[in-house]
């Protein structure tokens, strides 16, 4: 494994680590933007921009891209998160040259009036297909609820009105501020030659013009509220909780990782033992979201109305006691041997080293090898954890209940 | 990449493909048993017995099977088709023979009758959840149909009534004959040590008792028949046809393959640009489903009631242009490299390769590399996808329509 980077005079920085035993390449733009940079008024721009990419360039016509992808045989798609889009392709070495011309050709969209409006359906079907997800609208509810006026608390996808009253014009001028080439990444994982890449990118990125860009990135100090939303064509009771956690910058975040891993992993965790194996609820699952300057932990939990109370019985005193006497050695050997097993797999694959070579990129500037994960992992102790724990307080959540009633 | 095999007395043989360069190693028991080894009264056993492996042995308890796999991290799962169940887990080498050890101890499962009982339950509620799915209620009704009394066209979950009426004795019985080493195979793939798993395996798998087993494999030869499902609930309309293709064990899979890719891949085919890209229909897709001694092609439709008669005009004059005048060479180029990248992308990890290594035994008793496959995918030609298609015949299909009306 070699890594490699070079930025261009317009602040376009190229990543690449190589491996030449492997037998695909990937290959991806990471550009550091999301809906925690979107005002109210253009709420859910990033995500329809993503979806825009995808139809045309002044040189490519929507069904031209369409062919050009389907001639290399890539694997690829894009995503839209709070703070970061990425559109990524997985592919035989001997055409990432071919792909990685084309992503960067697609990175300058006409954005064409007529084909915006077309696509304004699409994202309006999405929205409402969402709506019918309660998983979906509790969580997005809780982070709403919980993020109050922090933009982390944007939704993703906007809303059916704000997506109406858009305009391309409010689209483009988003694009020009948003991918400026200082704000978007260049990353290449696998089996591939640096020189090619780097050549090709100084040739068709070197006219990208910089533009100043920023974000907010102040840590947001965590809120208590509570929310019913009544749903009678529901079945169940969805659930989440919110409650502040570590930014991914901070070195606790493997800690932070491995502690919902015990409580809250979907399998051999507490939750899993003490809600899930005892029928009490289908689901009940931690994760930590870590941003950008701040970080939260999300419990999602689905059940029957009548058990609700039950559940967050147990959960409560899932938290106190693991706030008061931490986890076990036991429990802390099983969730690194989960989490490392995890992120070697995923990692092997040039695909899914992509993505953690271009997140580390994007929030700590710093090139990590796997070696460097699998250390910081492995040198997580209780006490850290507990520490941790001390620090934030898993007990005082924002909470949101979606049911039947 | 080095491969190894090695049969025991019992008639169980343990395949291997030695990847020193890999991070990560996989690991699985293939039982060539499924649905269509089963008669009528027991349906559903197979995939119900699937479920039971994970309950515990004379020596473990279902707590402490899951706690095993937790302890090793592993990346773990299992499913049962018509013809094949497989148990397979992803994990860092140096686990590997935790759990292979552990997927040994399992193979012999207690299938207690309160575990059995219990159980029972779970799969009754993953039939009820899987009648909610229209597209796979409308597979499985085109499957049986299609199939008629050939064994291929036995339903995977069986139904409520052959689960209510299934007895533990009868899984026993079951379990005894085609569990029966001779008819499962342990595959390891990724970086490992051969001799200490053969080691294990012969330790703990010699004292297997030999069975007779046998499966009927003769060919079927395809079936035009029609049908209408009418549930006044759905927005949508569901089509399924199926049509007679060639078995796994033919040469010409590899072409009957890309001609899938090339009529119904969901991005870039002929079913994309002329009814998925024109509105006509949200799915339409082709896929190859390559059986032990039979085959077939199977076509899913998911679209608009009114829209309906208006897409099958279009599948049709599909299916006959192609049996008519082929595919062009762009199409095939465009599919090769589709169908090549997915299958080296795949391959790159130990899990994806274990799969394939398992399953090009199971099928062909025989060792395929990466390039063996990647040389008979570039060794097709359009004559060839000609004259199979017009050997098969798309057009003869039965089909079953599903919707409100």
Known sequence: MEFKKYTLDNGLTIIGEINPAAKSSAVGFFVKTGSR?????????????????????????????????????????AFTSEEITVFYAAILPEYLLDITSLWIELMNPALRDDDFDIEKNVIKEEIAMYKDQPDFVVTETCRNLYFGKHPCGNSVLGSVKSIENLSAGQMRAYFSERYAPNN????????????????????????????????????YPGAKKKKFLKKSRLARQHICLMTKAVPAQDNSRFAAHLLCSIIGDSTGSRFFWEIVDKALAEIATMHFGAMDGTGIFQTYIQCSPENSSKVMDVVNNIFTDVSEKGITEDELVKAKNKTLSALVIKNELPMGRLIDLGLNWTYLNQYRTISDDIDSIKAVTKDEILNLVKRLSLQDFTIVYLGPG
Do not use: P, Y
Request: charged share 25%; proline share 0%.
């Open 37 to 77: 940079d979107e005002t109210k008024e253009i709420s859910g721009v990033s995500h329809f921009l993503e979806h825009m990419i995808f139809k045309g360039t002044e040189k490519l016509s929507t069904i031209q891209v369409n062919e050009a992808f389907d001639k290399t045989g890539a694997q690829f798609n």
């Open 184 to 219: 978007r990444m260049l990353a290449v994982a696998g089996n591939f030659e640096w020189d090619k890449i780097c050549q090709l990118a100084v040739q068709s990125c070197s006219a990208w013009q910089k533009k100043e860009t920023s974000r907010d990135t102040s840590d």
